[in-house]
């Protein structure tokens, strides 16, 4: 079957066509709003010949997270993709995957934790496995989140990184908003990334181990490396998304920039709230004020240089945060991370950060605007302002 | 005195860290050398942990993955649909666990590989309690038995996984221990030859958490059987029962006067006891009689 240059996709059928484009072998996923068309649309590819993988439909997210890591561990792609509640079933093996530096890729679609329970579009499921030891990205659009899936594979499977990346994008927002979407051929896939066939893997002819008790000192070193290789990601990571480039023509960079060219301020968003900013940026722009917008599209690790390098000199930093973190400062951990990023920087800007959106409440030009003329009259606060 | 010859390929080696006169070693050696080494394993928490030994040794010569401890039966299943992938679905993928990641957190993830029947092998060492961590109960430990966790004695009956396991139709699921030594080995033989969800729950009487002498393992599991508490048989396809050895007549008082565990028992909880275990077996016989695998 061949596929079609261009399609009218949703996020979550985007999201399938990046993995079926990475050819995973085994894919283990458990269904749940707003995630589970991607899973059916990665079985209907089986079905049509597109795919040859092995599917497993576990009991819970948790029983398939642990099939994924083994399965990584065993020398396979793996897929799944999760939301909300199932990510944090997951969270104890979230860790675990990266302790066991097993490059899998998941998609995560951003909804409410409850309770209460709800269905809309929240980073907070995410956000709040910041420290678990996976790659994160923050994607806006169903094109964006075909190609950072692929760009995940190629980061994540780097032999100098071994970690598992998740990229997330928001319930309905994107998971199920219809837009047309490029696709590339099998072949430019094949050319971007190569098979995965890791050295070490579990293998009785390899007779390797992996995971037993250690002493204290092992430990150390374990966590120490891990932690060296998410330093090496954004390198690698801006590495990917250039040859995606070459290969496609579409870039991203992992931190966007927007208009920040002569902005004395800039807006900081992840995921939606970027292209709502974008208009909120032209609007200002052209009534004269100097605002620009950067979206942080790769959160972990977190763009701690590029962003002080980007800042330094600006005025004011608006921070719009869609996930919140309750006795952080006010609760927003975009605005914990930014701050704690420009601590210590000469000519670091004033840093105001709004809980904006969160709960899936929509975000308008005409609020960004809001918040931003606000943020110009009143001093900046170390706690964060729930600002919708 | 009958002496067992019994054809091994050497996989589990000394040097392993379990308590002296474990029962647990032994059923570990004929599982893991009856396997051979085109086997890999799972091991979640368990006594199986130190069994094997810290990094960078190992008691075993296959690889091992240490996975969590509610995930075998998935992580398992996950190394065997990776390894057919790979197109080396010959490889035996064992998962070995005690009762507490089996009978408790690890039975979510057991129901859905035993409904999927995918193929594995799971050896659940049932040890009756959570003896790695210093003894404290399972859905595993019998009525009246004292663990720290219920120090005035269990009040709620053994959970029976094998019935549990039946009822999702797996291929193959059986009672064994190391007092039946060569019930045991026919039974390892026969499931290696099988696919699909196999098990075998091994009764480990556990000398510290149980309260018994460091010799007397063997005499434990001998008991067990003989007075009826843990009989031997096999389950095949949810319908084939096979006995392979019940209760000789003894009172189940022979076998829990000589553990700790049952010492604050009054005369009338053991003859509950013997009340329970008298019930089970009579259901147990019924079950065989109307689902034979001879039949």
């Known amino acids: ?388 | 005195m009958k002496h067992y010859e019994i054809a091994e390929e050497k996989v589990f080696l000394p040097g392993h860290g379990a308590c002296p006169g474990c029962a647990m070693a032994l059923a570990l050696r004929y599982v893991l050398n009856i396997f051979g080494r085109n086997s890999v394993a799972v091991i979640p928490p368990s006594c199986m942990g130190p069994m094997m030994g810290a990094q960078p040794y190992s008691s075993m010569l296959i690889p091992i993955f240490h996975n969590s401890f509610e995930s075998s039966a998935s992580s398992a299943a996950g190394i065997k649909r990776a390894l057919r992938a790979r197109d080396r679905d010959d490889v035996n993928v064992l998962a070995l666990a005690g009762d507490g990641g089996t009978y408790d957190i690890g039975l979510q993830a057991l129901s859905s590989v035993a409904e999927h029947n995918e193929d594995i092998v799971y050896i659940c060492m049932d040890n009756e309690g959570y003896m790695n961590t210093g003894t404290q109960k399972s859905s595993s430990t019998p009525r009246h038995a004292y663990t720290t966790s219920t120090p005035g004695g269990k009040e709620s009956r053994k959970k029976n996984l094998v019935e549990i396991m039946a009822a999702h139709h797996v291929p193959y699921v059986a009672t064994a221990n190391i007092g039946y030594l060569d019930d045991f080995v026919t039974k390892i033989h026969k499931i290696k030859d099988m696919k699909g969800t196999r098990m075998i729950i091994v009764l480990i009487p556990c000398i510290d958490g149980w309260g018994f002498p460091g010799d007397a393992a063997a005499t434990m599991s001998r008991l067990a059987v003989q007075t009826g508490v843990f009989p031997l048989y096999e389950v095949e396809d949810g319908t084939k029962y096979t006995i392979n050895h019940g209760p000789e007549g003894l009172p189940v008082e022979t076998y829990i006067s000589r553990q700790r565990r049952y010492r604050h028992l009054t005369a009338e909880q053991v003859s509950e006891i013997q009340k329970e275990v008298d019930e089970n077996w009579a259901k147990l016989e019924g079950m065989a009689n109307l689902f034979s695998a001879t039949m």
Not at chain 1, 64 to 69: E, G, K, N, P, V
Not at chain 1, 116 to 141: C, I, K, M
Not at chain 1, 373 to 387: H, N, P, Q
């Open chain 1, 1 to 388: 079957m061949k596929l079609k240059d261009a399609m009218l996709l949703t996020g979550n059928h985007a999201a399938a066509y990046g993995a079926m484009l990475a050819q995973p072998k085994v894919m283990p996923i458990y269904p749940i709003t707003p995630q589970t068309p991607v899973a059916e649309k990665l079985t209907e590819f089986q079905l049509q010949g597109l795919l040859d993988a092995e599917f497993i439909t576990p009991e819970s997210e948790h029983s398939a997270m642990a099939a994924c890591i083994s399965a990584s561990l065993t020398g396979v792609r793996v897929f799944t993709a999760t939301s909300s509640q199932g990510l944090m079933l997951m969270h104890e093996l979230l860790h675990f995957a990266s302790g066991a530096r097993t490059p899998i890729v998941m998609v995560n679609a951003n909804r409410t934790v409850a309770s209460p329970w709800g269905f809309w579009a929240d980073h907070t499921d995410s956000l709040s496995q910041r420290d678990t030891g996976w790659l994160q990205y923050y994607v806006e659009n169903p094109q964006e989140a075909l190609d950072t899936v692929l760009q995940a594979y190629k980061t994540a499977e780097n032999p100098s990184v071994l970690l598992p990346a998740m990229i997330s994008y928001e319930a309905f927002y994107v998971s199920h908003s219809l837009e047309v979407v490029e696709i590339p051929s099998q072949e430019a896939v094949d050319s971007y990334l190569p098979p995965f066939d890791p050295e070490l893997r579990f293998d009785p002819e390899q007779g390797r181990s992996f995971g037993n008790v250690v002493s204290q000192e092992l430990y150390y070193r374990h966590r120490k490396q891990l932690s060296q290789a998410m330093d090496k990601v954004f390198a690698i990571a801006k590495d990917a998304d250039e040859k995606w480039k070459e290969l496609t023509g579409r870039t991203y960079g992992l931190v966007e920039r927007y208009k920040c060219e002569n902005a004395q301020h800039i807006i900081i968003a992840m995921g939606t709230i970027s292209g709502t900013a974008r208009a909120a940026v032209d609007k200002m722009q052209s009534d004269g004020i100097p605002v620009g917008l950067m979206k942080i599209r790769l959160f972990r690790p977190f763009p701690v240089d590029k962003l002080r390098q980007e800042l330094a000199g600006r005025d004011k930093v608006i921070i719009l945060d869609r996930g919140s973190s309750p006795g952080t400062g006010g609760g927003s951990v975009l605005h914990q991370e930014v701050k704690s990023s420009l601590y210590g920087l000469k000519n670091a800007p004033e840093v105001y950060g709004y809980l904006a959106g969160v709960g899936g409440t929509n975000i308008t030009p005409e609020k960004i605007e809001d918040l931003v003329k606000r943020s110009l009259k009143e001093k900046s606060t170390t706690k964060s302002i729930w600002g919708w």
